[in-house]
């Protein structure tokens, strides 16, 4: 009875490390940063934004694409294991660029 008992608390708790290492603090920083946004296509950006990414990226991949509330574009591009997030606003204007480094962008 034992035996069941911490077989059970042992299969609880890597349940609860599981979940939290997805989605809690540090763990799935994707997960807390693409919140509230939905993903779309590269034909619906304005022209602005994919003339700056080949411009500035010219060796990278855009990976994701992902829009917001107020009509802000969010870019993941990546190239080998560096990963940038590059942000614009609904007109196509460049707003801000973050190094990724793992799952969570740091500021830059």
């Given at each position: 009875m034992k035996k069941v008992m911490c077989i059970a608390?042992?299969?609880a708790g890597l349940t609860v490390f599981e979940s939290n290492?997805?989605?809690g603090p540090g763990g799935g920083?994707?997960?807390r940063m693409m919140e509230g946004m939905?993903?779309?296509?590269e034909s619906a950006l304005p022209a602005p934004v994919m003339a700056y990414v080949k411009d500035k990226y010219p060796n990278m991949t855009v990976r994701r694409i992902?829009?917001?509330k107020e009509d802000n574009y969010t870019l993941v591009v990546a190239a080998d294991t560096t990963r940038?997030?590059?942000v614009f606003d609904a007109k196509g204007?460049?707003?801000e660029e973050r190094a990724?480094?793992?799952?969570?962008?740091?500021n830059k």
């Open positions: 608390l042992l299969l290492a997805q989605n920083g994707r997960g939905t993903q779309v296509e992902m829009k917001d940038k997030i590059v204007t460049f707003k990724m480094r793992g799952r969570r962008p740091q």
